[in-house]
T-cell receptor, first 109, second 121 residues
Framework: QKEVEQNSGPLSVPEGAIASLNCTYSDRGSQSFFWYRQYSGKSPELIMFIYSNGDKEDGRFTAQLNKASQYVSLLIRDSQPSDSATYLCAVRGYSTLTFGKGTMLLVSP | GAVVSQHPSRVICKSGTSVKIECRSLDFQATTMFWYRQFPKQSLMLMATSNEGSKATYEQGVEKDKFLINHASLTLSTLTVTSAHPEDSSFYIC?????????????????FGSGTRLTVV
């Protein structure tokens, strides 16, 4: 059974700090990896995706992938209160996405 | 970027009635659509995968006769919750996969609708 594990949090960081969100997955055949942000009562919105080992940067966000360790992370630099949300890690196998339970991030002013 | 329109956003219905939720891809053709359900403080759980013109594939534990999925065109999929009960109350979200990955249009393969909050009383 494919599993995606995330620490439920909450992860609390002060405004301006770096938030580090982690995710591990069980299926070595997973092909691509996604980070979604979900505000309470809203649908998830895509932040980043990554296919290859290493880092991928987009603005304040950096996704990191280590397939050997089956680990993917998301770094948020200069965290803002508006970043407070639940962050979902999703892993794609052949065609479907498997989601983790999400990590709640709280950024305090 | 790719847009998926989902309606209604919120619905309250009486126990025993049926509710239809629509999911439309607005600027791309979706060969595959996914239906998820999310209970409070839980992750998204895939209910079924629908491919245009064929029967949906349901995940284990999801009753196909209760959750009817129709994907009659490349831009529209519907989920009908039949004979709804209070335990069916949840947040239902559709997701569409584009026919082709078009990075220049911001289509990365999976786009979510805005979700439907179903409350069965």
């Amino acid at each position: 059974q494919k599993e995606v594990e995330q620490n439920s949090g909450p992860l609390s960081v002060p405004e301006g700090a770096i938030a580090s969100l982690n995710c591990t997955y069980s299926d070595r055949g997973s092909q691509s990896f996604f980070w979604y942000r979900q505000y309470s009562g809203k649908s998830p919105e895509l932040i980043m995706f990554i296919y290859s080992n290493g880092d991928k940067e987009d603005g304040r966000f950096t996704a990191q992938l280590n397939k050997a360790s089956q680990y993917v992370s998301l770094l948020i630099r200069d965290s803002q209160p508006s970043d407070s949300a639940t962050y979902l890690c999703a892993v794609r196998g052949y065609s479907t996405l498997t989601f983790g339970k999400g990590t709640m991030l709280l950024v305090s002013p | 970027g790719a847009v998926v329109s989902q309606h209604p956003s919120r619905v309250i219905c009486k126990s025993g009635t049926s509710v239809k939720i629509e999911c439309r891809s607005l600027d791309f053709q979706a060969t595959t659509m996914f239906w998820y359900r999310q209970f409070p403080k839980q992750s998204l759980m895939l209910m079924a995968t629908s491919n245009e013109g064929s029967k949906a594939t349901y995940e284990q534990g999801v009753e196909k006769d209760k959750f009817l999925i129709n994907h009659a065109s490349l831009t529209l999929s519907t989920l009908t919750v039949t004979s709804a009960h209070p335990e069916d109350s949840s947040f239902y979200i559709c997701s569409a996969r584009a026919q082709a990955y078009r990075r220049d249009r911001g289509i990365y393969g999976y786009t979510f609708g805005s979700g439907t909050r179903l409350t069965v009383v």
